[in-house]
């Protein structure tokens, strides 16, 4: 009796279709899964490429361009657990999402639009999904928890990367990386990953409301940095919401901003050795840059974590504020609650960006895939950040090293004031304190918008950024 069968290996399945931009110029369109492979060895032979995963791509190539001087960007949200639906369908692909924006959202079904503004009339593009999101997956057989944390992350991604590169002929083209979010831990991590492991140097990093380093974040007892560093943000988002009276943002930021650098810090740092009078005196003026209470301000010991603002600034109204994007509102079931129960601008994007890509892959690109579409899952948790034992999470060192060995890589770090996820003002402290030379701390470039996580959800962001990315992509001084 013979042998059942075994299944064929896996193989890519692409999809490959051609569309015209606004301007005329034609792209190809290229989306489904790329089987990923390791060399399996026993007892120190070669006993070929075993499958491990199979990662959704969708890449737009200029048709007729010249490979060796047209740039490409490979571009990738973060979570973790996040598709790249936000960067391909919000600001970056040739197609995007029309929602409405903060006090004026839509209704169901949303709808698709030309982006005449993508970042494609300038780079080639490839949106990558992570394993486990997206259309991505373990291979059969395969667990996907390897992937699940910071070096099997970046190894997966490097070598999709690298494998897309290699196909398509694009070593000698310019390669930049495009990150949002946790995204930006991962271009960050890649720049030096792809340098040290295949000799790939890029370009230029896009490292849009980036977290290079996670304790500029972390509300933790004895952690004073991540008040201090909120504190601007915490100002943008209370000016937004009227508490402010008619002064312009930048004038409420500039006192922010030195409040943040010299006297809270201090303040905080004294401790029991501050003064009653001192104390009242921090205490008003955290209230009056916050738009919270004295006596709140007061009650939590002059640190107001993240999540307890969004839910207390709002309160007298019965309403929260988001934390991708403060300027957005929402109603909680309980107005007495200290933590919000969800996020309102988490909510005003989710629908009009799923059935924008569940609808234009298969619509428009025709790929079909009866999986559900992970836009954004917690399935990947517990993320495992196992190579950081000890201490806490951040790529600075990596992205720095990155540098110092490719002088010509060009840093655009990309920040939303009502940005309550990754504040602007925890970036550039981050930025601030790379280890690298003076002579490279030109290379980095900061954009400002008026909106938050998300930017480009606010239509006059939108048009700042697109215009600000293309113009580093060409490597001009927007």
Known sequence: MSEPSRPAPPADNLVTTSHALPSGERYTATAGTMVLREE??????????????????????????????????????????????????????????VMGDAGALLPPPYGLADNEESLLTVSDLVFIDPVSTGYSRAAE???PEPYHGFTGDLESVGELIRLWTTRNDRWMSPKFLAGESYGTV???GLAEHLQSRYGMYINGLMLISSVLDFITGEFNQGNDLAHVLYLPTYAAIAHYHGLHGDRPLADVLREAEEFAERDYPWALARGSRLA????????????????????????????????????????????????????????????????FFADPSMNAIMGPYSA??????????????????????????PW???????????????????????????????????????PYYAA???????????????????????????????????????????????????
């Open 40 to 97: 399996v060895f026993t007892d120190g032979a070669f006993d070929g490429l075993r499958p491990k995963a199979e990662m959704f791509v969708t890449a737009y190539t200029l048709e007729g361009a010249d490979p060796l001087s047209r740039p490409v960007t490979f571009a990738f949200n973060g979570g973790p657990g996040s598709s790249s639906v936000w960067l391909h369908l919000g600001v970056l692909g040739p197609r995007r999402v």
């Open 141 to 143: 057989g395969e667990k």
């Open 186 to 188: 991962r271009a960050a």
């Open 276 to 339: 009653p009078d001192e104390r009242a005196s921090a205490v008003a003026r955290i209230a009056a840059l916050t738009g919270l209470t004295e006596d709140y301000v007061d009650r939590v010991d002059l640190r107001i974590e993240h999540i307890r603002f969004f839910t207390e600034l709002l309160r007298p109204r019965r309403q929260v504020v988001g934390r991708l994007d403060g300027r957005f509102t929402g109603w909680d079931p309980d107005a007495g609650r200290e933590h």
């Open 356 to 381: 924008a890509l569940n609808h234009y892959l298969r619509a428009e690109l025709g790929y079909a895939n009866d999986l559900p579409y992970e836009v954004l899952t917690s399935r990947v948790r």
């Open 384 to 422: 495992s950040y196992k190579e950081f034992e000890g201490a806490h999470v951040a790529v600075t060192d990596k992205l720095a090293a990155a540098m110092r060995a490719n002088p010509h890589l060009r840093v655009h770090v990309a920040c939303g004031y009502h940005d309550g996820a990754t």
């Open 428 to 478: 550039e402290h981050a930025v601030a304190h790379l280890p690298v030379p003076t002579e490279l701390a030109a290379n980095v470039e900061f954009k400002y918008y008026e909106a938050g996580h998300m930017m480009y959800v606010h239509e006059p962001s939108r048009l700042r950024q697109s215009a600000d990315l293309a113009a580093f992509v060409l490597g001009e001084q927007a």
